[in-house]
């Protein structure tokens, strides 16, 4: 199966930009996908395959993905921003699909 | 627009099947792909399985000889068996759609709790 890594968490100050990564073999290869949880709610997606924007996802969200690692960054970090984030891939030579084992961002 | 409902007991007897279903609402169930993904207590996610609206389907092989998703096309339902559950298999469970094979998931339900105890 293919192994997903991610921070277990950041902490950022309001204003400042926040960096998650999600490393993974040749990840480059593949799309990811970027998903927001709140405490208590369901995941959210805000970045798919690598760098595009849902509707509703805000500019400050961006996503990019080169070499062994994905990144998500969020520009202005808000207070709102304060959640888990999760990386995702599906593997489609196996058909497995893979999370990363979640970042939790804190703003101070 | 479309919204997904996990529905089932909340409680579940070690050793017995769970059994989920979700239903979608304010949109069809073809021509999509749907999925279970669970979320133990304060732990990340896991991917159960999927479903083709045709009935193909792909589990995760941890799960793959517990683990049966179903679809019905009638009801715009699909369903989730898993047997012979542990305390291991409590955890909120989520429904959730994918438009195109191998993209992301963009509508999840609110998640259902499943608690494994005698």
């Known amino acids: 199966s293919y192994v997903l890594t991610q921070p277990p968490s950041v902490s950022v100050a309001p204003g400042e930009t926040a960096t998650i990564t999600c490393g993974g073999n040749k990840i480059a290869s593949r799309g990811v996908h970027w998903y927001q949880q709140r405490p208590g709610q369901a995941p959210v997606l805000v970045v798919h395959n690598d760098s595009d924007r849902p509707s509703g996802t805000p500019e400050r969200f961006s996503g990019s993905n080169s070499g062994d690692t994905a990144t998500l960054t969020i520009n202005r970090v808000e207070a709102g921003d304060e959640a888990d984030y999760y990386c995702q891939v599906w593997d489609s030579s196996s058909d497995f699909l893979a999370f990363g084992g979640g970042t939790k961002l804190t703003v101070l | 627009q479309v919204q997904l409902q996990e529905s089932g007991p909340g409680l579940v007897k070690p050793s017995e099947t769970l059994s989920l279903t979700c239903t979608v609402s304010g949109g069809s169930i073809s021509p999509y792909y749907w999925s279970w993904i669970r979320q133990p207590p304060g732990k990340g996610l896991e991917w159960i399985g999927n479903?083709?609206?045709?009935?193909?389907?792909n589990y995760n092989p941890s799960l793959r000889s517990r683990v049966s998703i179903s679809v019905d096309t009638s009801k715009n339902q699909f369903s989730l068996k898993l047997t012979s559950v542990t305390a291991a298999d409590t955890a909120v469970y989520y429904c959730?759609?994918?438009?195109?094979?191998?993209?992301?998931?963009?509508?999840w339900g609110q998640g259902t709790m499943v608690n494994v105890s005698a």
């Open positions: 479903i083709y609206y045709i009935g193909k389907t």
């Open positions: 959730a759609r994918v438009p195109i094979i191998h993209d992301a998931f963009d509508i």
